[in-house]
């Protein structure tokens, strides 16, 4: 069993960066796929990106791909997504999940946080 806790969102404008982290609690963190998805107000949970378990393959959504940058740090147990160049349209709840293997689909994530706000004011 993992917990996880998502930090770092907030208010930035647009064209700004932020680093969002995703820490985990429990010593088998290293045994799951991370994967970084979004909601905004009034739609879908929706794939942001994903990284395995060993931190060598990502995934990226075409939305955000060469801006976003998913990373690991299992020594910290720890995932971060470096999101850069933002958008309003990126705008949204970010939660991290995770998985026995990468994913996009909502449905294969066992384990989620709470969540933490991102808005990207115009």
């Known amino acids: 069993q993992v917990q996880l806790v998502e930090s770092g969102g907030g208010l930035v404008q647009s064209g700004d960066s932020l680093r969002l982290s995703c820490a985990a609690s429990g010593r088998t963190f290293s045994s799951y796929a991370i994967g970084w998805f979004r909601q905004a107000p009034g739609k879908e949970r929706e794939f942001v990106a994903n990284?395995?378990?060993?931190?060598?393959?990502?995934d990226y959504a075409d939305s955000v791909k060469g801006r976003f940058t998913i990373s690991r740090d299992n020594a910290k147990n720890t995932v971060y997504l470096q999101m850069n160049s933002l958008k309003p349209e990126d705008t949204a709840v970010y939660y991290c999940?995770?998985?026995?293997?990468?994913?996009?689909?909502?449905?294969?994530?066992?384990?989620w946080g709470q969540g933490t706000q991102v808005t990207v004011s115009s």
């Open positions: 999940g995770a998985a026995g293997s990468r994913s996009s689909r909502t449905s294969v994530y066992g384990y």
């Open positions: 990284i395995n378990r060993y931190g060598s393959s990502t």
